[in-house]
């Protein structure tokens, strides 16, 4: 079964032919990077304008690099939430329109869910395992019984991972996007030469749980008091040691949720899941199976959303053309059941 999926939550504008669910044919990213760079963030009245332009050239890319055509395709998947609305909506109102044309299935799929799957994509991997999910905008631990029953386990009280690499960066203009300036700034930076906290919420109902406001707050106004005396306030420094502590907010969550559920199978996604620091440090844990997507997969793609997209429609779920797009998943810790 061949699935096409389209991808436009954000500032990716992108297209994937998937067959079943894992092998991809052609996976097209057109990125808006350049033109949100001089804003140092995403502006989302330029970025659903973008979309607009490039939905159709993208779909005629993803074809023409499958060596495939529309009579081809079964079915359609696309993302409905969560993200900037008017993003969503390019990609929703582009599959509602081309379904209808060619009188194909199609189904709307939940973005945070298709970043976890990534992984799936040209691979076996055996459930349950647990799942770290870090992307922009969510940051989840969770416990993953199959593609579609995700428990989470903890999330962020306040701002997501990637969020707080990208203000922190923004605030110092390290460059954009501000995950992937850290992460290449970190590499020439010590981590000893500031000491920033991380967050105690070990009790009752956030043992997983995670806060990233405290430690942005911390780079951002308060650099002085937690830095080392001998160490150059640089650039380099503030990321290396930023990057050390805010990934190890992660860590000492996950060796947590291991060590409890006995659970040794991790996998991760979203586009914080790209970080260096973050892959090499995880690969430490050697009794683990540790499987993170390709770099390219880490971030928003059309694969992910035609792989999980695929599973849906295999057992005959579509979306009725009522289907809305939605900023935010509401009542976050149970819409993920
Ligand atoms: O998954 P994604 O592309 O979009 C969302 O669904 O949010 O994730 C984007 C986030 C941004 O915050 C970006 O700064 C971060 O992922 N990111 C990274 C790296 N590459 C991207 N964060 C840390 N290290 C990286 N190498
Ligand atoms: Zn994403």
Not at 118 to 123: K, S
Not at 221 to 249: C, R, V
């Amino acid at each position: 079964m061949l699935v096409l999926g389209i991808e436009s939550s954000c500032d990716e504008c992108a297209v994937s032919i998937v067959e079943d669910g894992r092998f991809i044919k052609s996976n097209v990213i057109a990125t808006q990077i350049e033109t949100h760079r001089p804003y140092n963030g995403v502006v989302p009245e330029i970025a659903s304008r973008m979309h607009t332009e490039m939905i159709i050239d993208v779909v005629r890319e993803a074809y023409s690099e499958a060596g495939l055509t529309s009579k081809d395709i079964d079915g359609i998947a696309v993302t409905s939430r969560p993200g900037l609305v008017g993003s969503l909506l390019v990609g929703l109102s582009f599959a509602k329109g081309y379904a209808y044309s060619l009188g194909l299935p199609w189904v709307g799929v939940d973005h945070i869910r298709a970043h976890l799957y990534a992984a799936h994509l040209e691979r076996e991997i055996e459930y349950p395992y647990l799942g770290l999910l870090v992307s922009g905008g969510h940051t989840i631990i969770c416990h993953v019984e199959s593609f579609d029953n995700i428990n989470v386990m903890g999330t962020t009280i306040d701002d997501a991972c990637g969020e707080a690499f990208d203000k922190v960066a923004k605030h110092y203009n390290l460059g954009f996007p501000g995950g992937v300036a850290i992460d290449k700034l970190s590499k020439s930076g010590n981590p000893k030469a500031f000491n920033f906290p991380g967050p105690s919420l070990h009790k009752g109902d956030h043992r997983y749980d995670v806060s990233y406001s405290g430690i942005k707050t911390a780079v951002i106004n308060q650099l002085d008091q937690f830095h080392n005396k001998g160490y150059e306030k640089s650039p380099e420094n503030i990321a290396a040691s930023f990057q050390k502590t805010a990934i190890n907010i992660l860590l000492k969550r996950l060796d947590r949720a291991v060590e409890d559920t006995g659970i040794k199978r991790v996998v991760a996604g979203g586009g914080v899941a790209a970080n260096s620091y973050l892959r090499s440090e995880i690969a430490k844990r050697e009794s683990w199976e540790i499987m993170f997507p390709p770099l390219r997969l880490c971030t928003d793609n059309g694969a992910m959303i035609a792989g999980i997209g695929y599973h849906y429609l295999k057992r005959g779920e579509v979306s009725g053309f009522d289907l809305k797009a939605s900023a935010r998943v509401p009542g976050f810790r149970k819409a993920y059941p």
